[in-house]
């Protein structure tokens, strides 16, 4: 049996946004049932319920880990279930919560090489200190089982693979020409699979198109978590709220002709849920228009808590 929690379903910024008082945030804000908060993106998994492997540590962690009981340690003066991460990408959102797992807690840090090199030539991720965490290079297209860091391995299998994005804001070098510089290890989803019983699932919080390829991977899978940044692409500009495109920000758009809701719409997925969901993003509203046609098209919205068994 694999469980997964959903610790964080909102994008970068959480909802609602700390400095924002867009329609959504102010419903938020005011503790308005119809808008929900959320905390940053991130993905908990386990198959025996009392070790837990984290996808993306986002900087809202210490408050998600409080929210979750099964994540609260448990053992002796010092232990934690979390025995490990896996990042999709370097966005701050996904690995900020690093910070916060660095009392020489014992875990394993996995991701792609370009990440790793991200996080080794910034001294601050130094604070994890390497005694304790061990930082784990995944490759691409290719099944890799978890171990806990004595080389048990956990039973769990997960496989990183390319999707469109773009690097990191931070990392953006505009002379780098095309998407600044991005390379296919600086965005990536994963597919988790249950070794023993081979149910899996597939995690993509950040990805900017479904080409065939993309969508053929994915098609007659039993669960898909996918980006649900904006649900149309100039949504920040629309709102007031910025000046960027969902595109622009590496994010494919939920509605329109080019949304995920008609991209995914004849891939026979058994269960979607929408994660990584903007503020700005009105099916964040329980009551909205744009939450029904979601779910009349067999999406669920992602929400803090949210359990899922396989």
């Known amino acids: 049996m694999l469980k997964i929690k959903i610790l964080g379903a909102a994008a970068g910024g959480g909802f609602p946004q700390w400095n924002c008082h867009c329609d959504n945030c ?9 808008a929900i908060a959320r905390t940053q993106s991130s993905l908990a998994i386990t198959v025996d319920g009392d070790n837990w492997f984290l996808l993306n540590a986002s900087p809202d962690i210490r408050q998600q880990i409080q929210a979750n009981p099964c ?16 990042l999709t990408n370097a966005d701050v959102d996904h690995i900020g919560g690093l910070l916060t797992l660095r009392e020489s807690q014992p875990l394993a840090l996995y991701a792609t090489q370009r990440v790793i090199n991200v996080l080794g030539e910034n001294s601050l991720f130094n604070i994890l200190n390497p005694d304790y965490v061990a930082r784990r290079k995944l490759p691409i297209d290719q099944k890799t089982e978890l171990c806990f860091l004595d080389g048990q391995n956990s039973g769990i299998e997960i496989e990183l693979f390319p999707v469109p994005g773009k690097i990191a804001l931070y990392l953006e070098d505009e002379k780098a020409g095309v998407n600044f510089g991005s390379v296919p290890e600086d965005t990536v989803g994963i597919k988790v699979t249950v070794r023993d019983s081979k149910k899996s699932f597939y995690y993509l919080p950040g990805c900017a198109a479904l080409p065939p390829d993309l969508a053929e991977r994915v098609q007659n899978s039993d669960l898909v978590f996918f980006d649900g940044t904006t649900w149309v692409d100039h949504e920040m500009i629309e709102t007031g709220c910025g000046v960027k495109t969902g595109q622009r920000m ?12 008609q991209a995914f719409e004849e891939l026979n997925i058994k269960r979607k849920v929408f994660i990584h969901i903007n503020n700005t993003n009105p099916v964040l509203l329980e009551n909205s228009t744009e939450r029904a046609i979601a779910n009349k098209a067999g999406w669920e919205i992602g929400y803090d808590t949210m359990e899922v068994i396989l």
């Not at 102010?26 to 119809?34: I, L, T, V």
């Open 26 to 34: 102010r419903k938020a804000w005011a503790n308005n049932p119809d």
């Open 71 to 86: 994540l609260h340690p448990k053992h002796g003066k010092r232990h934690s279930p979390i025995k490990g991460v896996i």
């Open 250 to 261: 590496g994010h494919m758009c939920m509605a329109g002709p080019q949304g995920s809701i």
